[in-house]
């Protein structure tokens, strides 16, 4: 009984009882855990969650999640026996009815395995808040027109909440008083930027009395439809890096009798497919936020942290480098780089003096 209520201990992010240590696979992640159970068989399973729930926490952002995403990922650490795909037993004791084991443990990070693919649906990077903003330009006129973009931002959001994204932001939110977007603003996670394009046209059919006679006289015969053709492209921009984390084209048709009710048509389908496109753009992201090395920095003031992501990009093999998150003084920089943290360290310590808190195979932390 007591090893069960330990093993249903509700964690929201993967603290470790011992040592941590992540190595990157192809299909799988190692990590090495502490586990503590009444008897060997219960301490093993402790160990089990605390390694998924350790693996978890590298594709998840610390702030605080959703009640929704909390009851899933405690759905998740339910079962994470069906995660683990090997299990090595370093060190095992009993102390007194209580039983310690240190184990080194393989969760399955394999992209289609259940793990991640139920991990990518349910967090889409920790349920980020998305702004929509669509525009689109009369050709004749060259003026910015609202009325289309107004339909596609609702059906995008619309189908966006449809899809579990619960952090929904109005475009009007992040707009300065000449309804410019503000990049640069604390209201937002993500901006998804549409650009518009609309063509309409009427439905005709050949005249086939006049092509059986060879005239040219009157073609074709309208049929009193009117088409459209509408066309997205997209792309999503991280608000606080204004990195670019995706794009994508869609294309939508409609077809009624006016042009009005096509072009309505249109661009809302073009809404719901855009939409559907955002979330897979989210759940590719949420696969490969692994593969980068992580550097936390503890610092009170943020303009270091831009600072340290600046000299970062200047490291000789450091590929790429952006600031994720900054919360109550801890700053999370991602880094692609095949250097090993010391080494990320030893740059960064030629230009500010640092003291380094921990170290791990994908991992640095340090404190200024």
Known sequence: MIGEKLYGCKKLLGLCLGC?????????????????????????????????????????????????????????YAKSQGFVKNVNVLKENDYSGEYRVTARIDVDTNPNAQLMNRLNMIMLLNDPRIAVVVEYY?????????????????SMNSKLIELGFNHIVDSSVIKDEHQNVMTRNSETDYIAFGKLDINT??????????????????????????????????KIMKTDTQEIIGNFRVEANGMQGNANNTENQAVKQLGIRAAENLRKVFA?????????MRVIVRTGNQDNLYKIEATLKKIGGVNEAFIRSYVDGKG??????????????????DSYSLFMEKSTENTLEVSM
């Open 284 to 292: 590719l992201k949420a696969a490969n936020v692994s593969k980068y």
């Open 332 to 349: 999370i920089i991602e880094v692609d780089s095949d250097l090993k943290p010391t080494q990320i360290y030893r740059g960064l310590r």
């Open 20 to 76: 941590i240590l992540f190595t990157n696979a192809a299909l799988a992640q190692e990590v090495t855990v502490d586990g503590v159970g009444i008897d060997k068989d219960s301490a093993v399973r402790d160990a089990m969650r605390n390694a998924v729930e350790n693996v978890i926490g590298t594709y998840i952002d610390s702030r605080t999640l959703v009640d929704k995403s909390v009851v899933a990922l405690d759905e998740i």
């Open 138 to 154: 009369d050709d004749s006129s060259g003026r910015v027109r609202s009325k289309y973009p107004n339909i596609c931002e609702a």
């Open 201 to 234: 046209e009427g439905v005709n059919i050949p005249n086939y009395r006049d092509l059986a006679n060879g005239s040219s006289y009157n073609p074709s015969v309208s049929t009193g439809l009117v088409k459209s053709l509408a066309e997205l492209d997209v």
